[in-house]
């Protein structure tokens, strides 16, 4: 099993749909998740980050986190063309000098 | 704030030459990172630096490849010889805190390794 486990997609949603992104995990006590995204050809960017103390909002940007199936998930509500990316989840590995390990990504499309 | 920079932004080589690239992280960041990322992956941790000294290795090929990061700043990573799986991008990130347990990373640019 993975660490870090992401469907590569590509995840096709239209232009205002709410597109939904998830990522499994293997370290049960993992307490930091990220999302990045990354545009084609650039280096990753942080767009959200939370606790296991619970979920958060910024913006369009949801992220939310079930410890118990060790699975975390990225809404995008209002999804814009200009949202279309790779989007990476990284976990931080709290048995494992707080490494950070990243999934291979999903492509998101998002069609005008 | 600067950012991460990098260099070279490219480098194309041949199987069995050397390659050095180089790092300098936000200004006061304490922990520095080399990920490798192959096309279609998600970066994979190469190094870990916590000030100058080496926090996490294990996924670095020893053999070919080494980091330094000397006085706790700059940060070079030299690959020798090199082989053809090596083509990739090169991304170093650096963090505020110590050990980067629950810190952000900031990315730069990255440089990208072709290996002919």
């Known amino acids: 099993q993975k660490e870090v486990e992401q469907n590569s997609g590509p995840l096709s949603v239209p232009e205002g749909a709410i597109a939904s992104l998830n990522c499994t995990y293997s370290?049960?006590?993992?307490?930091?998740f990220f999302w990045y995204r990354q545009y084609s050809g650039k280096s990753p960017e942080l767009i959200m980050f939370?606790?296991?103390?619970g979920d958060k909002e910024d913006g369009r940007f949801t992220a939310q986190l079930n410890k118990a199936s060790q699975y975390v998930s990225l809404l995008i509500r209002d999804s814009q063309p200009s949202d279309s990316a790779t989007y990476l989840c990284?976990?931080?590995?709290?048995?494992?000098?707080?490494?950070?390990?990243f999934g291979q990504g999903t492509t998101l499309q998002v069609k005008p | 704030e600067a950012g991460v920079a990098q260099s070279p932004r490219y480098k194309i080589i041949e199987k069995r030459q050397s390659v050095a690239f180089w790092c300098n992280p936000i200004s006061g960041h304490a922990t520095l990172y080399w990920y490798q990322q192959i096309l279609g992956q998600g970066p994979k941790l190469l190094i870990q630096f916590q000030n100058n000294g080496v926090v996490d290795d294990s996924q670095l090929p020893k053999d070919r490849f080494s980091a330094e990061r000397l006085k706790g700043v700059d940060s070079t990573l030299k690959i020798q010889p090199a082989k053809l799986e090596d083509s990739a991008v090169y991304l170093c990130?650096?963090?505020?805190?110590?050990?980067?347990?629950?810190?952000?990373?900031?990315f730069g640019s990255g440089t990208q390794l072709s290996v002919l």
């Open positions: 370290d049960r006590g993992s307490q930091s």
């Open positions: 990284a976990v931080n590995m709290a048995s494992n000098t707080g490494k950070l390990i």
């Open positions: 939370i606790y296991s103390n």
């Open positions: 990130a650096s963090s505020r805190g110590a050990r980067g347990t629950n810190e952000k990373l900031f």
